[in-house]
Structures are given as structure tokens and as C-alpha cells.
């Protein structure tokens, strides 16, 4: 099995920062990208951001300038840093993997999801 565990969300302020953390664990022979999704109340999950295994980078409009995705190949993490964070950036923020345990299997894997909340 292989899992991911997100840490990182909490309460900001307007204009401030979070890095949220996911660490994929369990029987892994390579990782092909990660990247990280949110779902706001009321609306359908929507793609944040994501790195491939070669290092590229893709971000939503909404987020680009503003979030910066990276990853620790030996640690197995993706990391979102969110700078000048909004109200409208409130949501619950899911790490997914395209994962391969072995050579012949591959699988996309969810993280439980962790709470983002930007207010006053």
C-alpha cells in the first residue's frame, strides 16, 4: 500500500503565508509527479499545482506568482510554499501521486486532504 500524509493547513491572515507537506510512504519503486488539488465549499476539486519526476512545473492561473510547488526526491515530499494568501484560496488542499510500487503497477493516490483557511 502507499499513502500519503499532508500536514501544513491552519488559519492565516489575508496576505500571509503556509507551506503545506506531503509525504508518500509504503512500497515505492518511483514516483512519476505529485501535485496538490483543493476543493472549496460548494465547488468541484480544481488542480493547484503539480511537478513531474523530470522537475517541470505546472500552476493554475489563479495561483501562479503567488505558490510555488517543489519536492524532496529522497524524502518522498511534494511541498506547496502559498505566499499573499486570499480569501478566495480557502479550501481543503489534497495532495495526489502518480505512484508506481513496482515495474509493472501504477497507481494515483489521494491524500486525506488538509484545511486551509484564509480570513481576518
Known amino acids: 500500500q502507499v499513502q500519503l500524509v499532508e500536514s501544513g493547513g491552519g488559519l492565516v491572515q489575508p496576505g500571509g503565508s503556509l507551506r503545506l507537506s506531503c509525504a508518500a510512504s509504503?512500497?515505492?519503486?518511483?514516483?512519476?509527479?505529485m501535485g496538490w488539488y483543493r476543493q472549496a465549499p460548494g465547488q468541484e476539486r480544481e488542480l493547484v499545482a503539480i511537478?513531474?519526476?523530470?522537475?517541470?512545473?505546472n500552476y493554475a492561473d489563479s495561483v501562479k506568482g503567488r505558490f510555488t510547488i517543489s519536492k524532496d526526491n529522497a524524502k518522498n515530499t511534494v511541498y506547496l510554499q502559498m505566499n499573499s494568501l486570499k480569501d478566495e484560496d480557502t479550501a481543503v488542499y489534497y495532495c495526489?501521486?502518480?505512484?508506481?510500487?513496482?515495474?509493472?503497477?501504477?497507481?494515483?493516490?489521494w491524500g486525506q486532504g488538509t484545511l486551509v483557511t484564509v480570513s481576518p
Open positions: 495526489k501521486s502518480g505512484v508506481m510500487p513496482s515495474t509493472t503497477r501504477y497507481l494515483e493516490v
Open positions: 509504503g512500497i515505492i519503486f518511483s514516483i512519476n509527479n
Open positions: 511537478v513531474t519526476s523530470g522537475g517541470s512545473t
